[in-house]
């Protein structure tokens, strides 16, 4: 009878030290696993940064909903892990976070499918813009690009409505008739005067298909994607968690120090500063963000890139109050002598610029619409406040200005003028 208890005592020690060798496994096992799951997302490339490649988030093989973005970033982070290797998982949590904010699907967010396809993006993505700039006055990058986005959306409306359509023969016709106003008085070697975007236009106005309007317009609908993608999860991780959140992003990469210098900036509750760290941001969207793609579209197809981008700048009506429209912007105003000995002087209301070129958009940013949203957010904040309050398919719906081009260009024809001496 004692064996028999002693075998007992023994088999139950026997039973009770494979429970819990067992137990010790499985609580081993359990953070391996996880910790397996990480490293699958750790040193991801972010080869969809630029929507050109694709629909979606910044890499294919991320996840897309914010709770498990979330338990990866806190892993990552209580792991030790540097940021450098989660850069991906943090760019990919704060721009779900901010499309989930703005009412956007991310998977589903195509710009190749069109402005009909993209219309409520658009909307969508101005009014989270400007959302910002009324919850946190510092905002100013985000108040500015919500009012220019009805600017460029309705234009872009008109655009795709009219591809099919456009009246660009008698666009060509009268840019014809500007050219001939000018070799007519100075002969053929004055056309130099004349901005290239116009000359573009009186040689290919009538080669312009709807297919080209589609493919420029898809690659503008690609810029405001980048935009939305670079900026706007700094944005909400900045709304979220402030200056330590921006920090994380930067030590993982995603941006510089002079990027990170202008966020202290706008934080730094000093109206001057503010000013020029949402002034830095805004030079990063347009010397950095898409600067490559609008060189790309004014090179499309010769003269056809050349020419839809001028009509583009002659199209802008800026929603700032007191910014000069981009097509009175630097008229024509210029004299030359030409190798016979005369001089030629044309002075016209044509802009002598093109939207598309980085250095002339910025001169137009920096000198028009930086300084003058300052004044508006400085001086007259109930009145910004109140026109972006407006519902923004009203704001939308009130700026779509292209089909007046024709009319546009005949009014500035009738005052060009040229003189020889």
Known sequence: MKDFSVCRWAFSAFCGII???ALALSIAAAPARAESRLDAYLGLPLVNRDAAKGPGGVNPRLPDDLATLQHLIDQARSGGVAPSRYAALLYQYWLV???TAAGIDLSAWNPRSGVTANRQNLIKSYRY???FQLSHRELQWAGMGGQVGADFGGGLIDFELMAGVY????????????VKAVTDVAGPQALTLLPEGLRA?????????????????GMILVMQKNIFSDLMPMHQAYATRGLPALEEMQRAGLFGETIMNAWRDVA????????????????REQGQIIKAQWDLVRSYRGDVGEAITYLSTLAGSPS????????????VNTTTTLPDGRTVTLVSPLPSWNWAVFEERWDYIDTQLLPKYKIMVNNNWPALKAQLQVPYVQQLESHRPTMTIPQTLQSMLANTKVSVS
């Not at 009246?167 to 500007?178: E, G, K, L, N, W």
């Not at 290919?204 to 709807?210: D, K, L, R």
């Not at 700032?320 to 008229?331: E, I, L, M, N, Q």
């Open 19 to 21: 429970i819990i060798i």
């Open 97 to 99: 976070k901010a499309t």
């Open 129 to 131: 813009y400007e959302n």
């Open 167 to 178: 009246d660009f023969p008698a666009i060509q016709q009268t840019s014809r008739a500007v």
């Open 201 to 217: 236009l009186a040689n290919a106005g009538s080669t312009i298909t709807g297919a080209d309007l589609q493919y420029i317009l």
């Open 268 to 283: 730094s509750k000093t109206s001057d500063r503010i000013a020029a760290g949402n002034g830095v941001l805004l030079r």
């Open 320 to 331: 700032v109050a007191g910014v000069t429209p981009p097509r009175s912007f630097k008229p």
